[in-house]
């Protein structure tokens, strides 16, 4: 289903890049030296020593706030709208299309493929790239040439609120960004806070159905569904992403089925009808998740994670249900 659309393509990517180290888990962005500490408690902002982590374990520091952003991926190109930075961001890579002023800026290829060429043209002052999804031979060749590469990679929902807070400070859009991460924060917290007895149940995600691909419990996707009391059918397999058979799903028996799904597009799960003997079947736990959502780590994947979160406890009621003598 993904490869009918580059977007979708580029979806898909998320589910399928290689788990790299992730940076933010330890290395806090420094936006000041002590002397800016002291001038912010008279509301007088300092940038001395911007420092980002980058998802090597290394760091990337800039003299003063970037003021010609480039994003190298769309959920990049979002996650800098969050933050409060649009109107620094000149150009971002195809199916950028969130939120809709994204849409308009002009393109320098797309996640997977960079026009180096167009992004000298541009003199941004700091490129946001993609660390498993960009090709690294091109952000060899953009650093380079002298410009600024801020490599990210997110791993854990939490680390979402890290990184817009860490755009703001790139930017020097610190307040704009920290009210948003703070309001992320906020939602995740009254997330895990409202599912953390739940029931544990256990889920298949399907990424895709021919050949059926699915994720193991490093994914953002899985982290975040843990939240929710689900547990990933195929958490401890090696791999961020792998092909799985068909029969190896129908032998787990797994309480609900998830697929990220598009607009106008067959019902990805629809192939499971087919094995009405699985407990996901039966209940018609079969549960489409929006794929621009899910898929993405912006502030939106909480929306759809919100989504999984009503759909498994509605599953755990109707266990109960059952169980209950009439």
């Given amino acids: 289903m993904y490869d009918r659309t580059g977007a979708a393509t580029a979806d898909r990517r998320y589910h399928l890049n290689i788990h790299r180290h992730n ?3 330890n290395i ?7 002397a800016c500490v002291i001038l912010l408690l008279f509301s007088i902002h300092c940038f001395a020593g911007i420092r980002l982590p980058q998802a090597d374990g290394s760091s990337l520091e ?17 996650l800098v709208f969050a933050a409060g930075a649009g109107n620094k961001l000149i150009a971002t890579v195809e199916y950028s299309e969130y939120p809709q002023a994204a849409a308009k800026l002009p393109r320098v290829g797309d996640a997977f493929r960079i026009d180096i060429e167009r992004v000298l043209a541009l003199s941004p002052d700091l490129v946001i790239a993609w660390d498993s999804g960009n090709p690294h031979q091109a952000i ?37 960004a920290g009210l948003a991460a703070a309001n992320f924060q906020r939602r995740l917290n009254q997330l895990s806070k409202r599912y953390a007895s739940r029931q544990v149940l256990d889920y298949f995600y399907q990424v895709d159905a021919k050949p059926l691909y699915t994720i193991n419990g490093k994914h953002l996707i899985s982290q975040g ?28 028996n797994p309480a609900a089925l998830f697929a990220p799904s598009q607009n106008n597009e067959p019902n990805p799960l629809a192939l499971w009808w087919e094995w009405p003997g699985m407990q996901a079947v039966k209940r018609g736990a079969l549960f489409l998740l929006p794929a621009d959502k899910i898929s993405r780590a912006t502030p939106r994947f909480l929306d759809a994670l919100e989504l999984a979160c009503r759909e498994l406890d509605h599953l755990r009621e109707e266990r109960i249900n059952d169980k209950s003598p009439d």
């Fill in 140 to 176: 060899k060749q953009i650093v380079s040439l002298g410009i600024p590469v801020w490599s990210i990679e997110i791993r854990q929902p939490g680390e979402i609120a890290e990184v817009i807070q860490a755009i703001g400070d790139a930017s020097g859009q610190i307040q704009a």
């Fill in 23 to 25: 940076p933010f888990h």
């Fill in 28 to 34: 806090p962005a420094v936006r000041s030296s002590f």
């Fill in 225 to 252: 569904l843990r939240l929710c009391g689900g547990h990933n059918i195929f958490s401890a397999l090696p791999g961020l992403a792998f092909q799985v058979t068909y029969e190896s799903v129908i032998v787990a």
């Fill in 62 to 78: 800039l003299n003063a706030p970037a003021k010609r952003l480039v994003t190298l991926s769309p959920h990049l190109a979002e």
